[in-house]
């Protein structure tokens, strides 16, 4: 069945509620104004609004009129795509299940342009998407494509008991499709790498910008005071940053030498959370959405943020994107795609990864700031950053992808940094630490709950 009238309305009035023409609480045009303004009835738009209305875009208030409640990102979990078709109506039609990690109007954008076109051009292949944010992670395991972070990814995997399809079906099917990349499955554990992620900054605008051989800490030491702070996003990203190894953390590898380094840094941290120009969210905010609200409201100088995500707060005017101070350790985190190895649709889904990977794609992510290409043509200056850092980061990159301990850390480390920071623990934090992780770690292994 091709798509009537009332249904092509309802994408474009769909995509353009998600590109944030109407932000939540607005008030669309009225029927008679939607209908002149797309040269349709006022019956085609009266259609396209209940089905608007039926997928939770807009509330219609009797007597008041139509009013959009979504940005695109939580009244929505799922949203169909047949390209010209009505999803569900052509039975030959192979339906995949694609999961993606976030739901901000900033990426669906991307997502929705996307999908659309993938489903236009593979007449055969009809997809369902549904969006999740990393902790509101679903259970489900009729997935046939997770699509993320390697954490998100990896943390549906294990609660669902996924498995991603051999490497061998990969090069079977496309055993070109890595030509030219910087990153491999095979340093992913199989997992199937389409674009990096760097952190970066979001912030007033007459915030100095880092200097390329400052850390995060000396950074914030030379912010300005008024307004004072600099909110950390994520305690693992910080060290990292800072080149704590904390990936080691219960493991034989953490070293004295390890620890001293770690405790270096807390205690450096401390000194300017005291201060006032450090702020750690955990046990104060628990909504991470929140914390650009303090920056809009002028309560502090920078926050710290995934490229990924940045587009959602990103106001013209009122503030500006900045480069993370990383000093040598620079930062690069790979988004993934993960086959079930249950789908009956390999080279379908294969074929989706493959026009993520396409020059078009990789650019469009790039120019919206979904995520940095892997293609090495793209972007020369970024990719000898890329080399370099790689290097180093290489362990982290595959821990990261595949090993269960990182896991694990991240449930104790960034409240132990916290307690640290207001006095609640001493110099013995980070030896506490290594063995809150061991026991854990070994108590899960043995099956303990």
């Not at 807009?58 to 009129?65: A, L, R």
């Not at 290489?394 to 090993?403: C, N, P, R, Y």
Request: charged content about 25%; hydrophobic content about 40%.
């Amino acid at each position: 069945m091709i798509k009537v009238k009332h249904q092509q309305l309802f994408d474009i009035l769909k995509e353009e509620i998600c590109r944030g023409k109407w932000p939540r609480g607005t008030r669309l045009p009225q029927l008679k104004e939607l209908a002149s303004a797309y040269s349709v009835s006022i019956n085609v738009a009266s259609k396209a609004v209940e089905l608007l209305k039926e997928a939770g875009f807009v509330k219609v208030k009797v007597g008041d009129g139509i009013y959009s409640v979504s940005n695109g990102e939580t009244a929505v979990q799922k949203i169909q795509f047949a390209g010209r078709r009505v999803f569900g109506h052509y039975k030959s039609a192979k339906t995949l299940r694609v999961l993606i990690e976030g739901n901000l109007s900033g990426q669906l954008q991307f997502w929705h342009h996307f999908m659309e076109s993938f489903s236009t051009e593979n007449p055969d292949i009809e997809l369902s998407v549904s969006f999740c944010k990393a902790d509101e992670i679903l259970t489900e395991s009729n997935f046939e494509i997770i699509l993320g972070g390697c954490g998100f990814v990896q943390q549906v995997m294990q609660k669902n008991g996924i498995s991603s399809i051999h490497p061998e079906i990969t090069a079977d099917f496309f055993p070109s499709l890595y030509d030219g990349s910087l990153v491999f499955p095979a340093d992913f554990s199989g997992l199937l790498p389409y674009g990096l992620n760097t952190p970066c900054l979001l912030a007033l605008p007459d915030t100095p910008a880092p200097h390329p051989d400052e850390n995060v800490l000396e950074y914030i030491e030379r912010l300005p005071g008024n307004p004072g702070g600099y909110v950390l996003r994520s305690c693992h990203m910080f060290l990292s940053a800072m080149g704590v190894p904390y990936s080691k953390l219960g493991t034989d590898a953490f070293t004295p030498a390890d620890a001293a380094v770690m405790l270096e840094v807390f205690e450096h941290a401390k000194d300017l959370y005291c201060a006032g120009k450090l702020h750690w969210h955990h046990g104060e905010i628990t909504d991470a959405d929140r914390l650009p609200e303090m920056l809009q409201k002028r309560m502090v100088r920078v926050i710290e943020t995934d490229s990924g995500i940045c587009q959602e707060y990103l106001k013209p005017g009122e503030n500006i994107l900045l480069p993370h101070p990383s000093a040598d350790q620079k930062l690069f985190f790979a988004y993934c795609a993960c086959i079930n190895s249950k789908t009956l649709f390999p080279e379908e889904c294969l074929r989706l990864v493959s026009g993520l990977l396409e020059h078009q794609s990789q650019k469009k992510a790039a120019e919206q700031k979904i995520f940095h290409p892997v293609l090495r043509q793209l972007e020369p200056g970024l990719f000898s950053e890329l080399n370099d850092a790689f290097d180093r980061q290489k362990a982290l990159f595959v821990q990261s992808a595949a090993d269960e301990p990182v896991k694990y850390q991240r449930l104790f480390i960034g409240w132990e940094f916290y307690y640290f920071l207001i006095g609640k623990r001493g110099k013995e934090v980070v030896e506490l630490l290594d063995k809150k992780i061991r026991y854990y770690h070994k108590n899960r292994e043995s099956g303990g709950y």
